[in-house]
């Protein structure tokens, strides 16, 4: 027996709360904001500081500046998958 309208809606409003509970909660307010997958300011952010130490670090030999801009730039990169393994060790599959 197929299941109902109702419980698949309701199953899917229980995932979308637990994968991003500010974007559910913009929802059921009425103001909706963008869900988690396409806010990346952040990461731009981190991503263009990284560049710019790395730059330098490049300009005025300093490996620290070299070191530091690497990490960087390789932080805001990860910050830009959407789907970032959980803790606990199980990771996470979208269903694309």
């Known amino acids: 027996m197929p299941q109902s309208d ?3 809606l309701v199953d899917l409003a229980a ?7 500010h974007f559910a909660r913009s929802m059921s307010s009425g103001r ?3 869900p988690r997958e396409y806010r990346h300011a952040r990461a731009w952010w981190v991503l263009g500081v990284g560049l710019v130490l790395l730059t330098i670090g490049l300009i005025m030999p300093d490996g620290l500046l070299i070191a530091t801009g ?10 830009f998958d959407p789907y970032p393994p959980q803790r606990g060790g199980r990771e996470r599959h979208s269903t694309r």
Do not use: A, C, Y
């Not at 690497?70 to 910050?79: A, D, E």
């Open 32 to 34: 909706p904001i963008r």
């Open 15 to 21: 995932r979308i709360e637990q994968d991003d509970p």
């Open 70 to 79: 690497l990490v960087l730039s390789g932080i805001g990169v990860q910050l």
């Open 6 to 8: 109702d419980k698949r």
